[in-house]
């Protein structure tokens, strides 16, 4: 007996066996039990889900030589009809395939055959696969059929794409279309089919062709063709794997054990593996996002189940292993190999892409909530307030809370730890009692304890007295504040394109100015550090936008503070007017 | 909506043809493909003997025609009828100097025949028009107001042996629009779908066009009015495996909550429910949903979520990650609100500068 596919072997012939269809065929059978038969369908949805099986099957029950009352919903599959069809040499269904037949001289040579009767049966079935590659040309002249149609013609397209058909063609169609298959329904019928033919596969296995499948029961088919063909009749899970070049939950599981137990050796030691297997990183990394995804729905979930596609034993072992990281975690890992995954386009080398995003994620710490972190800047105030050097709490607190607190000590989040410590700088003129915090590590100083808005009276002074000079100061940015006991020193860094500048404001001629004016402003020594800074363009771009976001809160708080000063109030209301302009003196 | 003088709407005209007055010379114009081929369709079946309709019914088209071919087609005798038709499509597209030749035709046409001149859009001034206007019943087959529309869509339901509710009708017009031929074909659908019940319901015509046949869009956008985050996460999924392309559940999501915006806004302006279901033309069912959402959704949340439609869209049409994961992190964002959803947001950002 000739080998047929299993795609083809199993090929549906009725209504009732096509898979995940039923609303499709559902509408089509009280068709045509209700005798409303239109003219032209269009079957839309992705490879594999049914559409031509779909069209063949209304084929026959249009033309089923059985049926004395017209069309059918159940064709009989014996007369001489069902089976010309079946077998494709039908004089009354027609398949045309439209990527190779797009243009206008095939559609005119169709719409003269149309005008013909049917030879034996009631209908001419004109099914038209992948119609979206037809010609614009040939739509319009499709279009004319479709306007005027011989009643005995139906016509059915398919395509993958429905957004390429013409908008005049699609509304002279009725148009279904054909979900996805889902993972339960695909592996439903694999099994049908493995228990017919004799055929042993575990049922994860099935689930890893269902998964792999995506959707389409004709490449579960295919897939379930290939492994028989490499294993034979008995099917295990390493076989399917090494067919389907997907890693399995062993590797992506330990790979998530390793990376929330920090063990980036062990990590590491599993891309290698993979390496070894010839595995695909990028296939790896899907897959593995997809995993962290089921971590953290397993975490904000109650009913993890039912929003994870899997079987629940799996489901089970991913809730456990959820249990031992903190949702916000879960996010940053997704980030990190989210951000992989991107890489891996027009990486050279892949493999070092994904150890790095590995080494990353097995060295960043656990996130603290903000609401931990509110609780430790509570109890720092008070620790701060019963030293009794400062109260935090005092007038300075009214301050409006999205205004920068550039007068309070701020609290820098370290970002690889979480852990808060307080910093102070040296405050403006009317401060009279620092707060000290110990000298910070400089690569900690990040984030919102640098004295931006004493920095840019510098710059401003500058730029009204040495317009060249400020002009330089202004490409700097502050990367680093560290109090010292002495004198303090404030990090300017330069980008590379900026170098000049940095070497100017080096300069002997240049030191001095600089360092009276910082005095003056700062009211203490302090001393300027000059760093060359080594960024990449995005970085650049988004350093731009921090330093244009702070100006502009600089702006507003001072535009604030001067509309809510009580003589600018009494002065409005005694003297009418509005103001126009307000100068940063 | 009163028709012009001289200018019959589509409904007289089918008055007069169920009384048997047929005209020899008409004029289909506007530009409603539904109303042109019903009333082409209408004149078939009233003027044309269907035992020798092969001998007395000629379609022709302006783009190709000559005015010879026209002239022998309408002057031509009926056989075995008392009538014969002559449909001439895309009038418009008759060369002038043929058209002109049936200049005289018009003035004095065929008793036998009937010419039907379809055109869509024409040039008023050329004179085969003035003329055509001036001797044929021109029948105005204009696109139907939103009114018309929903006396059209219980007409037709009732032709198909159905009620149809308000609620049904209105999301009918809001998915499928205003052009009655794709209505058509979603009415039938929804009746064809639904089995034997006398009346479509909202959700039969929800199953009916939405891509896949248990759960929409609209369920989603119901599940988001009430940032509710499971059954979104569930109702998304559903909908991805059923294959319901993502850029049309983001751009679904995002016309939804445009209309959610604009509600707050005159929500804020004092309007109560019922009045504002009336400004904004929502059923029962969009207008709860969505006056729960303006409810639900700050002003900051709004504004953050359409930066987030932005960076989705970015995403979906250029990016690595699967659309399914992407669609998830948007519907998370949406529920939790933007303080908690912009700590994920900035946390997935903040990566960059680890």
């Known amino acids: 007996m000739d080998y047929q596919v299993s795609a083809r072997k199993w090929r549906p012939q009725t209504f009732e066996e096509v898979v995940g269809q039923v609303h499709v065929a559902r509408t089509l059978t009280n068709a045509i039990r209700q005798g409303r038969i239109a003219h032209a369908y269009l079957f839309s949805g992705m490879r594999g889900v049914g559409k031509t099986t779909m069209a063949r099957i209304l084929a026959k029950s249009l033309n089923c030589a059985s049926a004395s009352n017209g069309p059918t919903v159940a064709p009989c599959q014996t007369c001489p009809s069902c089976l010309s069809i079946t077998s494709g040499h039908s004089p009354d269904v027609v398949e045309i395939d439209g990527a190779s037949n797009r243009g206008i001289d095939e559609v005119r040579e169709l719409r003269e055959a149309v005008k013909y009767a049917p030879m034996a049966g009631k209908y001419r079935v004109y099914i038209i696969d992948e119609v979206h590659m037809l010609t614009k040309e040939a739509f319009n002249a499709l279009l004319k059929t479709l306007e005027e149609p011989p009643s005995h013609v139906v016509f059915i397209f398919a395509t993958t794409e429905d957004h390429k058909i013409p908008s005049t063609i699609l509304s002279r169609c009725q148009h279904f279309h054909f979900k996805r298959i889902t993972r339960q329904e695909i592996i439903a019928q694999l099994e049908r089919i493995i228990r017919e033919e004799g055929i042993r596969i575990t049922g994860q296995g099935l689930g890893l062709i269902a998964k792999a499948a995506d959707g389409s029961l004709r490449d579960a088919l295919s897939f379930l063709d290939q492994v028989v063909a490499y294993s034979g009749k008995e099917v295990n899970d390493q076989d399917l794997q090494v067919i389907l070049g997907t890693a399995g939950r062993g590797p992506l599981m330990a790979m998530v054990k390793a990376i929330l137990e920090r063990k980036t050796a062990e990590a590491l030691r599993i891309v290698k593996e993979l390496a070894d297997e010839g595995q695909d990183y990028r296939q790896f990394t899907s897959e593995l996002l997809e995993y962290i995804r089921h971590l953290v729905i397993a975490k904000s979930s109650t009913a993890p189940e039912e929003l994870i596609d899997l079987p629940s034993e799996e489901v089970e072992e991913i809730r456990q292993l959820s249990a031992s990281a903190g949702v916000e975690e879960l996010q940053r890992l997704f980030g990190i190999f989210s951000l992989a995954l991107e890489s891996f386009r027009g990486a050279v080398h892949p493999g070092f892409v994904l150890e790095m995003a590995v080494i990353r994620a097995t060295r960043i710490q656990p996130l603290e909530s903000f609401e931990k972190l509110l609780e430790r800047f509570h109890l720092l105030e008070r620790m701060l307030g019963e030293g009794g050097d400062r109260d935090l709490t005092g007038p300075r607190a009214e301050v409006a809370p999205d205004a920068p607190a550039v007068n309070a000590p701020a609290i820098k989040t370290d970002p690889l730890t979480g852990s808060a410590t307080a910093s102070a700088f040296k405050p403006g003129p009317s401060e009279s009692a620092p707060v000290k915090a110990g000298q910070e590590n400089p690569e900690r100083s990040a984030g919102t304890g640098l004295p931006m808005e004493q920095w840019s009276r510098v710059v401003k002074r500058f730029l009204q007295e040495k317009p060249n000079l400020g002009s330089y100061l202004e490409k700097g940015i502050v990367q680093e504040w560290i109090a010292g006991d002495a004198k303090d020193v404030l990090v300017i860094g330069y980008d590379e394109g900026a170098a000049f500048f940095a070497e100017y404001i080096q300069k002997e001629e240049s030191r001095p100015i600089v360092a009276s004016a910082l005095r003056e402003v700062f009211q203490r020594p302090v001393e300027l550090k000059v760093v060359r800074l080594e960024r990449s363009a995005h970085e650049q771009q988004q350093l731009q936008l921090k330093k244009d976001q702070q100006e502009r809160q600089h702006r507003q708080r001072i535009q604030q503070e001067t509309m809510a000063h009580p003589l600018l109030k009494e002065a409005l209301n005694i003297l009418g007017g509005e103001v126009i302009d307000i100068k940063d003196a | ?354």
């Open chain 2, 1 to 354: 909506m009163p028709s012009r003088p001289g200018v019959l709407s589509y409904q007289d005209f089918i008055h007069l043809l169920d009384r048997g007055t047929i005209a020899p010379v008409y004029l289909l114009t506007g530009e409603e493909e539904f109303l042109i081929q019903a009333a082409t369709d209408r004149l078939v079946q009233a003027a044309v003997d269907p035992a020798a309709k092969d001998f007395n019914y000629t379609s022709l088209d302006g783009e190709a025609a000559t005015a010879e071919t026209i002239l022998t087609a309408v002057e031509s005798l009926p056989a075995f009828a008392e009538r014969r038709l002559v449909v001439l499509k895309n009038a418009e597209l008759l060369p002038a100097a043929e058209a002109n030749q049936l200049v005289n035709y018009l003035k004095n046409p065929s008793p036998t025949t009937s010419f039907v001149c379809v055109a869509p859009k024409f040039d008023a001034r050329r004179s085969f028009f003035q003329t055509l206007k001036a001797h044929a019943v021109v029948v105005d087959c204009r696109p139907l107001s939103d009114a018309q529309v929903t006396v059209w869509l219980k007409a037709q339901a009732k032709s198909l042996g159905r009620a149809i509710s308000e609620d049904a009708v209105l999301f009918l017009k809001e998915r499928v629009g205003r052009d009655l031929f794709p209505l058509q074909n979603e009415l039938t659908k929804a009746v064809l779908g639904s089995d034997h019940q006398k009346t479509i319901e909202m959700e039969d015509v929800q199953r009916a066009c939405s891509a896949s046949g248990d759960v929409s869009v609209y369920d989603l956008l119901t599940a988001l009015a009430q940032r509710r985050t499971e059954p979104s996460i569930r109702t998304l999924t559903r909908l991805m495996e059923e294959g319901e392309p993502p850029l049309k559940i983001l751009s679904t999501i995002g016309y939804r909550f445009r209309l959610v915006w604009k509600v707050k806004h005159a929500m804020q302006a004092g309007h109560a429910d019922a009045a504002l279901m009336r400004m904004f033309g929502l059923g029962q069912w969009a207008g709860a949903s969505v006056i729960a959402a303006a409810k639900a959704y700050s002003e900051t949340d709004l504004r953050w979520a359409f930066l987030r439609f932005i960076e989705t869209d970015a995403g979906l049409k250029g990016g690595a990650l699967s659309p399914k994961l992407i669609l998830e992190l948007l519907v998370l964002d949406l529920c939790s609100g933007k303080q908690k959803g912009l700590r994920r947001f900035l946390g997935r950002q903040s990566l960059l500068y680890l």
